[in-house]
């Protein structure tokens, strides 16, 4: 089993940029696939992307191509989502999930673990 803890949310102006970041405590790190999921009021929670155990594979929604990046370092038991060009649709309680798979999945159903989550708001 792994715990998650997500930090770094907070309030930024459009075009802004903001880094998350999720530790992990519990169990091999490095045996998960990690995935950022956010939702917004009314929405349904959605993928936004997604990284292999190594971190040589990632994969992004379309919505997010180009402005976040996603990177770990499984030394330090962390995976991180740096986000660049923030919109207001970008607002969101953003969550890390961890799944026992060597793949990226972008399902929720795949995911095993979540985090509490924490909340992004673009506002000017």
């Known amino acids: 089993q792994v715990q998650l803890v997500e930090s770094g949310g907070g309030l930024v102006q459009p075009g802004g940029s903001l880094r998350l970041s999720c530790a992990a405590a519990?169990?091999?790190?490095?045996?998960?696939?990690m995935g950022w999921f956010r939702q917004a009021p009314g929405k349904e929670r959605e993928f936004v992307v997604g990284?292999?155990?190594?971190?040589?594979?990632?994969y992004y929604a379309d919505s997010v191509k180009g402005r976040f990046t996603i990177s770990r370092d499984n030394a330090k038991n962390t995976v991180y989502l740096q986000m660049n060009s923030l919109k207001p649709e970008d607002t969101a309680v953003y969550y890390c999930?961890?799944?026992?798979?060597?793949?990226?999945?972008?399902?929720?159903?795949?995911?095993?673990?979540w985090g509490q989550g924490t909340q992004v708001t673009v506002s000017s």
């Open positions: 999930a961890a799944a026992t798979t060597n793949r990226v999945p972008a399902t929720i159903a795949w995911y095993d673990y």
């Open positions: 519990g169990s091999i790190f490095s045996r998960y696939a």
């Open positions: 990284i292999s155990w190594s971190g040589g594979s990632t």
